[in-house]
């Protein structure tokens, strides 16, 4: 049997992937899209129901403004590995999603954190407040969007960028310039 260290990046993810869907065999679970070869990782709260039923991060509304926005600073969504903190849906007994509560997001926490480490990104980027929470930085959006942090998570220092969840842009358009703006960063950090 292989040890750690020969597996690819491939097959770890696949492990840290088949633990969560052993934990959470009722739920659809959407776990990651791009390379886990790229130096920039993006780190989102949860699947809403667009992502649930393709089984990708960041499809619909707010992943499409995503896209877009990244284009304008010159990036491309194929650049960036991209998750979620929740690889499920949270919802309502009526099917409505809902935000990830602090114990769904403490829960999969460890597992977040062998996927960063697998992924070993240069730059983090964490889109929202749940996503902020996850990697336990504390502060609030207003003060912490546009910064870059420094945090370790497990055993090593990484270089974390605050951004507002595209959702948060739907709904304030007039935050788009601010958004645009802290997302341009991310060609100065790598």
């Known amino acids: 049997k292989m040890g750690q260290n020969q597996m690819t990046k ?28 790229m130096s920039v990782m993006i780190i989102g709260e949860a699947p809403g ?7 990708k991060p960041f499809i619909g509304r707010a992943g499409r403004l995503f896209n877009t926005t990244l284009e304008k600073v010159g990036l491309k969504r194929s650049n960036f590995y991209v998750t979620n903190i929740v690889k499920y849906r949270p919802q309502d007994g009526l099917g409505k999603t809902l935000t990830p509560t602090p114990e769904e997001i403490e829960k999969f926490r460890p ?8 992924v070993s990104p240069k730059l983090i980027v964490v889109l929202g407040r749940i996503s902020m929470m ?5 502060g609030t959006m207003a003060s912490n969007h546009g910064q870059l942090i420094n945090k370790k998570i497990g055993t090593i220092d990484r270089k974390i960028l605050v951004v507002y969840h595209p959702a948060a842009i739907l709904r304030n358009i007039n935050w788009e310039p601010i958004f645009r703006e802290d997302l341009g960063k991310i060609i100065k950090l790598i």
Not at 49 to 55: C, L, N, R, T, Y
Not at 111 to 118: F, G, N, P, Q
């Open 111 to 118: 597992m977040l954190e062998k996927e960063i480490d697998v």
């Open 134 to 138: 996850g990697l336990g930085i504390d």
């Open 10 to 37: 491939e097959q770890r993810l696949k492990n840290i992937f088949d633990a969560i869907k052993k934990a959470h065999h009722d739920k659809r679970l959407v776990f990651n899209d791009g390379s886990p070869d």
């Open 49 to 55: 129901k667009d992502e649930e039923m393709q089984g």
